[in-house]
């Protein structure tokens, strides 16, 4: 008897085994579909740890490809290096379409959907979708190391084509997909305007485990019970702004006794700020926890959430949704997306970016008005049950693709 299950290539230029936690987007994604009873084939850099993801039950119904790591080869140039893995991506596509007839193929990045773009070009039948997690041109240049970027002040011009190639690219994709998908409205307004408004991007945000995350009394040994905890949860990158959290250290001196921040993650920023908190002798009230497993205890002892503070970036990312699904009172960079999310002083607190002071600020106002924390607490709560439940984003995404 023929099997007419679906088949979904879920298509990610990535590895699954270093990004975010055991709870990143990627994970849930495919944790859902594969309780779904749908064969799910996934194409994948060479993950560093495989055990990570067996230990964890990932890949129960996952028929994973995993490709050569082709960075690490002798191939010095990113664009050759790009080329070669789009071009094994397009023949993995084939291969998966005639082979195992897959009829359905769902990217999370511009160079899977490129791929796909490429073979519906050559057999128009073929569907695929497209999920942007962010604009590769717009990363590009403002969440890489800036002297890798510019020249006296000046895009480097070999950067200058890379986002031209990538804005190209970007186009193709938006104008053959089924579908776009966004999962924020940054990244629907920029791709409309890319395109002058010639498509219509749905948005299906990010969500987490409504069940797991959710506000419970424990306690960690490694936190003090006795302090308000700030918690930081994500990569140490410029974008997620852990610095200006640690930078709002010297307008809370008064209050310096009462409170303790924990700093959770890894990345390119660590070092920089373990010699900031040591230079400046702020060692008793800072502790840096690194990569955790266990995100959702620390949140469950945590009093204040900080992140998203820094004009690099617009909106939320998946630590300030499992935060407000906890019923953390969230401290969170205002602009045009968070002001369509949350009201300020409501179900969080919106602050000017890029400004240390005003964070500082809204964790005194805060501590100084347990009832307004409380509040922020029960309404954040609120609105990651009526907007952010993975059931009700993935069961919106599924119905889309299959549709």
Partial sequence: MTDLSPRIADLAFADISSIGGIESGTRRRLKFLSSNKIIIYGIYLSPYNINILNEHEILTEVKCFFLLNIKKSLLKS?????????????????????????????????????SCAIVKGIFPKTKFFVTWHG????????????????????????????????????????????????????????????TNSKIDILVIRNSVDINKFKPENITLDEIPKNRIIITFIGRLEQKNSPDILLNSIPFLKDYIHEIFFIIVGSGYLENELKTYVNQNNYQNFVSFLGMRYDVDK??????????????????????????????????????????????????????????????????????????????????????????????????????????
């Fill in 298 to 403: 620390i949140l469950k002892v945590s009093d204040i959430f900080v992140s998203h503070c820094s004009s690099l970036v617009e909106g939320i990312g998946n630590n300030v949704i499992e935060a407000i699904a906890t019923g953390i009172p969230c401290i969170i960079g205002y602009d045009n997306i968070n002001n369509r999310i949350f009201k300020t002083d409501y179900n969080a607190i919106l602050v000017e970016k890029d400004n240390p002071k005003a964070v500082a600020d809204a964790v005194i106002k805060l501590i100084k008005n347990k009832q307004m924390l409380k509040k922020i607490s029960q309404n954040s709560r609120a609105l990651a049950l009526q907007e952010f439940s993975i059931d009700s984003n993935l069961n919106k995404m599924l119905e889309i693709i299959l549709s």
């Fill in 135 to 194: 604009p590769a041109s717009y990363e590009l240049i403002n969440f890489r190391p800036k002297s890798r970027i510019f020249k006296n002040n000046q895009i480097k011009l070999k950067y200058r084509l890379f986002v031209a190639i990538y804005i190209f690219m970007e186009k193709v994709v938006c104008t053959r997909t089924n579908r776009n998908m966004a999962i924020s409205e940054f990244e629907k307004d920029y791709f409309e305007n890319l």
């Fill in 78 to 114: 990113p664009l050759v290096n790009r080329s070669i893995n789009i071009s094994l991506t397009i023949l993995y596509i084939l291969f998966l379409k005639f082979f195992y007839k897959v009829n359905i193929f769902h990217c999370h990045d511009l160079y899977c959907g490129f």
